[in-house]
């Protein structure tokens, strides 16, 4: 049995990072999206674009490698010349470089006319790609292109692609010219300027690229990277349903479903032995000592209940958030441990991540470490910690070393708790699975939270343990997943300033979160105050009298 696809309709697409030699060393081209698109508008990326069903119609006139070849190396039965050629006229389009050849197999110069007034007539639709490559008797030299990885738009997003990324050495005679519409700059960077920028907040960039830039950067030039990258092409990765169980019968989980990448790494031999579902109460080894039991508090806000998350060897355990206060729930916990629970960590103190550490405390003698709770009524007032961590601090556990990082925004007591030997990340609220954290000021911050999710991509770490639902895997694409979505709404927001301000909070978070249910506006409502809180701090909004204006840069 599986679940039904209610995902949205994936497009092939392809992308290609053009790089050259230049005086700081390797350089790559990226190209910032105009502020009008629907998807990641103003971020900086590579050309690329939807395979075009024309694309076909132009393999006669490629070379160096055929349909057959490329597939093969894709993993595709057919059509990968298609994505190459893609990412060449949406290259020519967006950028205005051309990687083809004439019949003396040399390159188009800068004023070759493919490049000038061929460029409008395609981007106008005036013309093929087919036609440009017939009328100046171009092939396009396919074996220039190196496969670098493969990428799919997960669930959620406004626009899904099943994007193949390459890699081909840019024209050395040609100029790169953004094209004023779909693209509104470009620049020539390093991979670490460019990750640098992003890190900054100077430069808007999404996993897929975040992710080929750190790939990029390990090459000291062009040569060294297109010789590794032409010799060792990706391979595929697993896109096959794996199975699990469910409900006490045999259960196929689809590569989009929650508990995938968690039945994969505790059932690597596809034995079947993983369960799908979280089941209050039982305990889930998900690691050498780590031990996960979900509280019985489903719901809205909580998804399946509250993950608590037991550490131990047999002689010593601890638990990280020991949940609400239900003695069944804890029990349980203190049975798992054979009675010895001797310190209790919390990520936060919403009421249903913290209070039952009081309970572990009077019962055991357990020592409490974590923040105190700030002012709210979603706070556990009574939690009183023994210890306050510091960031970066190391508590030693008989698993091995959890490194403390906090991590402000959801609240401003957040803590993460990295365990490093399994590089497993206890990520409490910061990481949410299948929706967004709630940010809901005075004690939720906006900028706090993107800081601390920048800060978290820097951290060594493969799997998230997250506060609510099944572990997730490929972590540091679902925190990058998480800013990209973030810095999306927020030009929601600020186009909605820019057309309707000076506007109150209610109109503005209408238009800003027109995708929403209705039922959900008033919690919409709280993550639009805190966008525009952030705005605020940043000088590009302005609140006056319960009305909001943008300030213009």
Not at 348 to 353: A, C, E, K, M, S
Request: proline share 9%; hydrophobic share 40%; net charge negative.
């Amino acid at each position: 049995m599986s679940q039904p696809d209610t995902a949205k309709r994936v497009r092939p697409a392809a992308t290609l990072a053009l790089v050259r030699d230049g005086a700081p060393g390797l350089e790559v081209l990226l190209l910032q999206r105009t502020w009008q698109a629907a998807f990641l508008p103003g971020y900086f990326v590579f050309p690329g674009g939807a395979v075009d069903p024309r694309d076909p119609d132009v393999r006669a006139f490629t070379c160096g490698r055929g349909d057959d070849a490329i597939s093969q190396t894709l993993s595709l039965d057919e059509g990968g010349a298609d994505y190459m050629i893609a990412a060449l006229r949406e290259c020519l389009e967006e950028a205005g470089l051309l990687l083809a050849v004439d019949a003396q197999g040399r390159l188009p110069a800068g004023d070759h006319p493919v490049l000038g007034e061929g460029r409008e007539a395609l981007r106008r639709e005036q013309t093929s790609f087919r036609a440009l490559c017939e009328r100046h008797g171009l092939g396009l030299p396919l074996d220039r292109l190196a496969y670098l990885g493969h990428w799919v738009t997960p669930p959620g997003a406004p626009r899904r692609f099943d994007t193949r990324f390459f890699v081909a050495l840019a024209p050395p005679d040609q100029k790169a010219a953004h094209d004023g519409s779909e693209t509104i700059d470009h620049a020539w960077l390093t991979p670490a300027e460019a990750l640098a920028a992003h890190r900054q907040g100077r430069m808007s960039l999404g996993y897929p690229t975040l992710r080929t830039l750190r790939l990029l950067g390990d090459f000291p030039s062009a040569e060294a990277l297109l010789r590794y990258a032409h010799a060792n092409p990706p391979t595929a990765s697993p896109s096959r349903p794996w199975p699990a169980h469910r409900g006490g019968v045999a259960w196929q989980v689809e590569p989009d479903a929650p508990a995938y990448a968690e039945v994969r790494r505790l059932d690597p031999h596809r034995q079947g032995t993983a369960s799908a579902e979280l089941v209050p109460g039982r305990a889930v080894e998900l690691a050498p000592g780590v031990t996960r039991v979900t509280a019985p508090n489903p719901g809205a806000m909580t998804g399946p209940g509250t993950n608590s998350y037991l550490l131990g060897n047999g002689d010593e355990s601890l638990v990280i958030d020991p949940g609400p206060a239900d003695p069944a729930h804890l029990e349980r916990l203190l049975a798992l441990a054979d009675g010895r629970i001797s310190r209790v960590l919390v990520t936060h103190t919403h009421i249903d991540h913290s209070p039952g550490a009081a309970w572990f405390k009077a019962r055991t003698g357990a020592r409490l470490v974590g923040l105190p709770p700030p002012p709210g009524a979603s706070q556990d007032a009574g939690f009183v910690p023994d210890h306050r961590p510091a960031h970066g601090e190391r508590l030693d556990t008989p698993v091995g070393p959890l490194k403390v990082l906090h991590t402000p925004g959801h609240a401003s007591n957040h803590l993460c708790y990295l365990l490093e030997p399994a590089r497993l990340l206890f990520a409490g609220d910061q990481v949410m699975q299948g929706s967004t954290v709630v940010i809901n000021p005075p004690d939720g911050d906006m900028g706090a939270y993107l800081a601390a999710l920048q800060a978290l991509g820097e951290e060594t770490f493969d799997t998230i343990a997250p506060g609510h639902g099944f572990l997730i895997g490929e972590a540091h694409a679902a925190i990058d997943f998480l800013v990209t979505h973030r810095l999306a709404r927020e030009h929601k927001v600020r186009l909605a300033l820019a057309r309707h301000g000076p506007a109150s909070l209610e109109t503005l978070t209408q238009h800003a979160y027109d995708d929403v249910p209705e039922a959900r506006r008033a919690l919409a409502a709280r993550s639009a105050l805190a966008h525009l809180l952030k705005l605020e701090v940043e000088g590009r909004a302005l609140q006056h009298d319960a009305l909001w204006e943008v300030v213009e840069e």
